[in-house]
């Protein structure tokens, strides 16, 4: 060693880098510590199975967090169950108590719902419910299904028994009006396994709905009841068909509200939760007695049978009827029950019901004190009269198939029933005593008006086919009907005695006691001489709207004419006055005549059935209620009202039937007949005035025939020689007449317009009538008749001057004849032709000259021309 | 043939750049780049021991801790490496499973084993196999970063695996504990000077001046 050999001195203390090995060890035990520090408690839950378990795979879940995990599946010893070892978060610790309960969640897919969706996906797992108290333990079994949720949900949480739980499963779904309001937790037997008891949350904000008195029924599954008179099917929502469901009613919502853990009954159905007054009634031991059957009182269904039990000597039946509180009344002491067997025969099928529906149970009011348990009668009671009600006597001809018991039927509800009937003393009628209820005594009016009800009413017209039966019960039963026609008269209470009448029709007088339309119609009343296809019921058209109808056809009492009454309806009276005509409008009318062909009816319908028709031309004064009108036998007679005249003319000249009668050239009336009298020398004409002319009814009117004239100047009506000869008139001014005498010549001296003035000649010379009269050759005029004088010496012209000339005749005018041809010849003049016209030539005629200055001339004037 | 290192020959051998230099004092530097001249690696024993000892440590939470947490469609779990190869031979996966296994448990054990080895031969003064050893040696620096292929497959897979719940890739603190020990061996072989193996031998030989 040397003096400058380093001094090598030792360090004391270890290198820097001994730190980092420190530094990782302490790193490693932390990191090591920390994950072993997140390793939980190591417990033992025990499964019937494996399935759907794996080691450190399947995971305990409480609440969707993971609390655990399976380590390590091992099998037991005696290879009977499986024990899986579960790694718990150290949380868990304090609720790993011998409450906690471990169950396997698999996927679950039904209708209902789907639980567990997630473990599709991540296979099974195991849901924890810690207990929250007990004593510690780390060995557990698992449960079979899911325990019920906690209940410590807000919400109310109630138990339900019922008999069986009928598909009502955990998961139900509870319903209120099909809104989903909670659900079944659970369901187990009672501890004394007679009843089920299912636990049931409401949710919270539906508990409102739950009171003490609410009645849950199970809904679920389709119920089908078949009756014979009618099948029930009762379908809840597809859920609760499948998984069951449960619905409920509260009758009383003041109800004081239910509270929790609350226990309430489940009904079977929603027929058996309607409440009702349970009534104890014992029968005789072999009554064929079913549970469901109806109770019924007087025909209406008050109840049903809730149940039946044998009583342990064989001896009663007892049952337990469930009465609907409405009829609460009918339980009384001396209520009567009996079972109405159906019984089927041929004379009898008055319990035709009965046999649809079976046997049931029927009631019969008593009046004591309000009692709930029965003894019911071995046979059905004989009927007796109502206690209390309106006996009323009904007499008819025919008892038809009305029997005791036949109801009393109004608005087809039966108000009462048939009691007794009997044959009068005479043995001419049935006296049908029946008693109407007490309650509906008051419809039974002194006018009501009964007719039997029984069997069908068939009425076939043209209206169609009205089939009418009051109801099926009727339809065998019999019955009787009634009805209360508007009041017109004060209610006598005191009648008692009604006639029966067949049947509706009959009752209501055709209807018109009952149709509406007849309440403020007008009445009228029509005159006829035969009633022809009219019946009640026929319509009355105007403008062939139906405004009315014939409500009935009466025979007058001396038998030569029919009187028909008639409503008009309220919204057409005004149509109707003096004036109106009316007209049978049934048939077919064919009107022939040279102008026109025409045929009418008023309708098809008038056509078959019949109709009256009217028609109103002129305004004229309103008509009171029940006025007698005129009915004419069609249209045109009624429109001609014809006035019947009698005229007797000479014979000789030939008239016919339907030949016209014409007043200045217009029809005024026709021939109706043609008789002929006094051996041959007369004709009695009967001729009917039309309305137009009714004045012609006169004294001092004239009738004339008038035949077709053939002249050399012309034809004189020449309509004639096609129509036949017609009868001219001319009207008188006396008192009304009907019988005059005629003649076969017009008259005359007529008192045409104009002037009328009277020329005397010695002859006639070629003057006829029609004449023309001239005036500076200007026809003013024309002679309308010829006569000789008295003692024959001359010929008296009558001339009728036209009234816009009459001012050119003077008293002092000259009239000459005209007529022919004038011929002057002289030896220095030649010879001279004077003619006014052709006309003249041939027809002759008359011309006149008047002076300047004169007066005129009057009507009546007489001319002279000495020289014809 | 004899057997001679550079010190019997009174050079040093920079460390940086490699440039012999004779020997002085001790407070020599390097006359090329100026780093501070050693004869041999100063502390090389002791640290190598150290961080031996710390990649030891690290050893145990790096297997013993999920290094990953694949999950699929809600489901997975953490899983340790050792997890991780027995899941590839679940799925018949023989050859990626054995690639795991040696690349994450099997070399970083040799590697330690190696350098305990190499340690216990230079304290101790072993001398034999001295050629083997080196060769070990060789091998183990060589092998080292393989080990880094987890730490890769982890932080690739947890950075490109992020669907949501379709699947989802977490790393986990075994794969830092993991990527701990792993440096720390490197670290370790690194700090180890394989001339101490030949300094004994010499030492016998009695070359050294």
């Known amino acids: 060693m040397s003096d400058h050999d380093p001094v090598i001195t030792r360090r004391h203390l270890p290198s820097a880098i001994w730190f980092l090995p420190l530094l990782a060890a302490i790193i490693a035990g932390w990191l090591v510590y920390k994950n072993y520090d997140g390793k939980g408690i190591l417990i033992e839950v025990i499964f019937d199975s494996a399935a759907g378990l794996e080691a450190n795979k399947t995971k305990v879940f409480y609440r969707g967090l993971p609390t655990g995990v399976v380590k390590e599946l091992k099998v037991d010893n005696d290879l009977r169950r499986v024990r899986a070892l579960i790694e718990m978060v150290p949380q868990t610790e304090k609720s790993l108590t011998d409450q906690a309960q471990f169950w396997l969640v698999k996927p679950q897919v039904s209708l209902s719902g789907v639980r567990g969706l997630e473990t599709l996906l991540s296979g099974s797992y195991i849901s924890f419910q810690p207990g929250d108290k007990g004593l510690h333990k780390r060995s557990f079994e698992a449960l079979d299904q899911p325990p019920p949720p906690i209940k410590n949900a807000s919400g109310l949480y109630i138990t339900l028994t019922a008999d069986n739980a009928r598909s009502v499963y955990q998961g139900a779904k509870v319903y209120f009006r099909d809104i989903e309001v909670g659900e079944v937790l659970s369901h187990a037997l009672a501890t004394d396994g007679k009843k089920v008891l299912i636990e049931t949350y409401i949710e919270p904000r539906f508990t409102y709905l739950i009171k003490e008195n609410t009645r849950f029924w199970n809904a679920s599954g389709i119920k089908v009841k078949a009756d014979l008179p009618k099948i029930d099917i009762q379908i809840g929502s597809l859920a609760s068909i499948i998984a069951g469901g449960i619905h409920f009613s509260t009758p009383d919502e003041t109800a004081p509200p239910a509270s929790n853990s609350q226990i309430l009954p489940l009904y079977d159905d929603y027929e058996a939760a309607q409440d009702g007054i349970e009534v104890q009634l014992r029968f005789p031991g072999a009554t064929e007695l079913r549970e469901g059957a109806s109770v019924l009182s007087r025909g209406i269904q008050i109840g049903r049978v809730k149940q039946v039990t044998l009583t342990d000597d064989f001896k009663y039946l007892d049952s337990i009827l469930l009465i609907d509180p409405r009829a609460q009344d009918l339980l009384k002491e001396g209520s009567r029950f009996w079972l109405q067997k159906p019984e089927l025969s041929l004379e009898n099928l008055d319990q035709l019901g009965t046999l649809l529906r079976g046997s049931h149970i029927e009631l019969e009011p008593g009046q004591g004190s309000a009692q709930r348990s029965f003894t019911a009668l071995q046979i059905a009671p004989i009927k007796r009269q109502l206690s209390q009600g309106k006996a009323i006597e009904l007499r008819t001809d025919q008892l038809g198939s009305i029997t005791k018991g036949s109801p009393v039927l109004y608005r087809q509800l039966p108000v009462g029933e048939v009691i007794n009937y009997e044959l009068d003393a005479k043995g001419e009628q049935v006296i049908i005593y029946a008693a109407i209820e007490q309650r509906y005594s008051h419809l039974v009016k002194s006018n009501s008006r009964f007719w039997n009800a029984s069997g069908i009413d068939l009425t076939a017209n043209i209206d169609g086919i009205e089939l009418r039966t009051e109801s099926a019960a009727t339809l065998f039963r019999g019955g009787i009907a009634f009805f209360n026609p508007p009041e017109t008269k004060k209610a006598t209470t005191k009648v008692t005695v009604y006639s029966l009448y067949s049947d509706y029709h009959q009752a209501s007088q055709q209807g018109a006691l009952t149709d509406q339309r007849f309440q403020n119609a007008l009445k009228i009343r029509l005159h006829s001489l035969e009633s022809g296809s009219l019946k009640a019921g026929d319509p009355i058209l105007y403008k062939q709207i139906t405004v009315g109808e014939i409500a009935q056809t009466v025979l007058n009492k001396d038998g030569k004419g029919v009187t028909l009454y008639a409503f008009i309806d309220p919204a057409y009276t005004h149509l109707i006055n003096e004036g109106s005509r009316f007209w049978n409008a049934s048939g077919i009318k064919a009107d022939f005549s040279l102008q026109q062909l025409s045929i009418r009816s008023e309708s098809l319908k008038t056509l078959i059935s019949g109709g009256i028709a009217f028609d109103t031309d002129y305004p004229g004064a309103g008509i009171k209620p029940n006025h007698m009108f005129t009915l004419y036998q069609d249209r045109i007679t009624s429109q001609q009202q014809p006035l019947g005249i009698q005229v007797i003319f000479p014979a000789g000249k030939n008239i016919q039937p339907n030949s016209d009668v014409r007043y200045k050239g217009q029809t005024v009336g026709k021939v109706v007949n043609v008789a002929v009298i006094h051996d041959g020398e007369a004709l009695r004409v009967n001729i009917d005035l039309f309305r137009d002319g009714h004045f012609l009814a006169r004294k001092n009117s004239r009738f004339w025939v008038v035949a077709p004239t053939i002249r050399l100047s012309g034809i004189e009506h020449p309509e004639g020689l096609l129509t036949g000869n017609y009868i001219e008139a001319l009207s008188g001014d006396g008192p009304a007449t009907f019988a005059f005498s005629g003649s076969h010549k017009a008259p005359i001296f007529q008192n045409k317009n104009g002037l009328n003035l009277i020329i005397r000649t010695p002859t006639l010379g070629s003057l006829f009538k029609g004449s023309p009269i001239f005036y500076r050759q200007v026809p003013v005029g024309a002679v309308t008749g010829y006569d000789l004088t008295n003692n024959g010496e001359n010929v008296e012209i009558y001339v009728n001057i036209q009234p816009e000339y009459a001012l050119f005749v003077r008293s002092n005018s000259q009239f000459r004849n005209v007529s022919g041809v004038k011929m002057d010849i002289s030896l220095f003049g030649g010879v001279k032709v004077n003619a006014d016209s052709l006309e003249t030539m041939i027809g002759g005629g008359l011309s006149f000259t008047s002076p300047a200055d004169s007066t005129p001339a009057q009507s009546g004037d007489t001319f002279n021309i000495d020289e014809m | ?209």
């Open chain 2, 1 to 209: 043939m004899k057997q001679h290192s550079a010190l019997t020959q009174g050079i040093i051998l920079c460390h940086c750049c490699k440039k012999p230099a004779p020997i002085q004092d001790d407070k020599t530097t390097c006359p090329r780049c100026g780093t501070r001249l050693h004869r041999r690696k100063p502390h090389s024993i002791a640290y190598t021991w150290a961080l031996l000892l710390a990649s030891m440590i690290m050893l145990l939470p790096a297997n013993l801790l999920p290094i990953m947490t694949f999950r699929s469609l809600g489901q997975g779990d953490p899983a340790t490496i050792m997890q991780g190869v027995m899941q590839l031979l679940d799925h018949g996966l023989l050859g990626i499973a054995f690639v795991v296994l040696a690349a994450s448990i099997i070399i970083p054990i040799l590697k330690i084993v190696g350098l305990i080895i190499l340690l216990l031969t230079v304290q101790l003064g072993w001398t034999t196999n001295m050629r083997q050893k080196m060769l070990m040696y060789h091998f183990v620096e060589w092998i080292g970063r393989w080990s880094m292929l987890d730490i890769f497959v982890v932080a690739i897979l947890a950075a490109i695996v992020q669907l949501g719940n379709l699947a989802s890739v977490t790393g986990n603190t075994g794969a830092t504990a993991f990527a701990a020990a792993v440096i720390f061996t490197m670290l370790a072989a690194n700090c180890f000077d394989t001339r101490l193996i030949w300094d004994k031998h010499l030492e016998q030989l009695e070359v050294f001046p």
